[in-house]
């Protein structure tokens, strides 16, 4: 069955710098692999998915992930932090055919 | 506009008091689903629907109930609520399971005392 795991409950950075959030996976089978954002006082929102096209996935609001197979990895990345990024985000895994597995979440905090 | 909705987004009731959270999706999705998102414990299923009359439990059921008896409402029902229960709710819905995106509801913060 499939796992994924969030490293990091709390993290946080200043406004400009990078921001890296870190999932691991579990999965018998090539996976589906996806990030999702939650802003205060809202629902979940995706922000990329990966699906085996292309191992750098892009996504909105200047994001990506990076899908490496040798280290079971999928990191979310933003090279340069804004204010408006706070909130807290989400990995999640599926196989095909399957349901969705989400992470315990990690919070994303913006220091000015 | 393409959206989950869900009622109430807040509800305070007492221990035993049934009460029911209503979802509906205008997007023609098949797949429906409830998780319930407590802190440290990230997003647990509750129960899911693959289409109408068709549910299933997830992996947190125990104290609730769904129906489907149209595509588009996927109902969130406790029958004897429970302060364990006092949570936020999210129903979601999508096209299916798999690669699929999901679409998620506002939330429904739930406090039973």
């Known amino acids: 069955a499939q796992s994924v795991t969030q490293l990091g409950s709390h993290v946080s950075v200043s406004e400009g710098a990078l921001v890296l959030l870190r999932c691991n996976y579990s999965s018998s089978v090539p996976p589906y692999l996806f990030w999702y954002v939650q802003y205060p006082n809202q629902g979940l929102q995706l922000l990329l998915k990966y699906t085996s096209a292309a191992t750098l996935v892009k996504g909105i609001n200047g994001f990506e992930a990076e899908f490496k197979k040798s280290e079971t990895s999928f990191h979310l990345t933003k090279p340069s932090a804004h204010m408006s990024d706070a909130a807290e985000y989400f990995c999640?895994?599926?196989?095909?055919?399957?349901?969705?597995?989400f992470g315990k979440g990690t919070r994303l905090h913006i220091l000015p | 506009e393409a959206q989950v909705t869900q009622n109430p987004r807040y509800l305070i009731t007492v221990t035993g008091k049934k009460l029911t959270v209503t979802c509906s999706q205008n997007?023609?999705?098949?797949?429906m689903s409830w998780y319930r998102q407590d802190p440290g414990l990230g997003l647990r299923q509750i129960y899911y629907?693959?289409?109408?009359?068709?549910?299933d439990k997830g992996d947190v059921p125990e104290g609730y109930k769904v129906s489907r008896k149209e595509k588009r409402n996927f109902p969130l029902i406790l029958e004897s609520p429970s302060p364990n229960q006092t949570s936020l709710y999210f129903c979601?819905?999508?096209?299916?399971?798999?690669?699929?995106?999901?679409?998620f509801g506002p939330g429904t913060r739930l406090t039973v005392t």
């Open positions: 979601a819905s999508s096209l299916g399971t798999g690669v699929a995106e999901q679409y």
């Open positions: 629907s693959m289409n109408v009359e068709v549910t």
């Open positions: 997007m023609n999705h098949e797949y």
């Open positions: 999640a895994v599926s196989e095909w055919d399957d349901k969705i597995i």
